[in-house]
């Protein structure tokens, strides 16, 4: 397994991850499909993403992938922050190292844009539901979101 950024070369391997993780996560009625998916993965990962998204892979096969964005903080514009947007690991690697290999190898680049003053912050991300206990790796719990359906 190795981890890397993900390149112009991956789109079509990451809209097919991302369409699986759509499919988990928010209703079918507002998934794409075929071309257009791609088109617009390829659209917002180069104006948005480039170069602060990585994947997993084995024997050239996406495993996982975790998309993130540099930005300013809405009410501190002065606080630049690096945003993980999606972290996902495909149903049949869960039970791997993948996901782990993915999150410290993010982490790690994420940490040296932090201590070169690239950024101020790192923000994850995760699921009511999920196992992961980020303050084990040095994340503090900012906030709790809801959402109305």
Not at 12 to 21: G, H, K, S, T
Not at 40 to 63: C, D, T
């Amino acid at each position: 397994m190795i981890t890397r950024p993900i390149k112009i070369q991956d789109i079509q391997q990451v809209a097919d991850v991302l369409r699986e993780f759509r499919s988990e996560e928010i209703s079918p009625d507002y998934m794409k499909s075929g071309e257009e998916h791609t088109v617009m993965v390829e659209r917002i990962l180069m104006q948005h993403f480039f170069p602060h998204s990585w994947l997993v892979e084995n024997k050239g096969e996406v495993m996982g992938i975790l998309i993130a964005h540099v930005a300013a903080m809405p009410l501190t514009p002065s606080a630049i922050v690096i945003e993980e947007v999606v972290f996902y690991v495909k149903q049949e690697f869960r039970n791997t190292r993948a996901g782990y290999i993915l999150f410290k190898a993010w982490t790690d680049y994420a940490k040296k844009l932090r201590n070169k003053g690239e950024v101020s912050a790192i923000l994850m991300h995760t699921l009511a539901d999920s196992p992961i206990d980020m303050t084990r790796h040095g994340f503090q719990k900012l906030q709790t979101s809801y959402v109305m359906e």
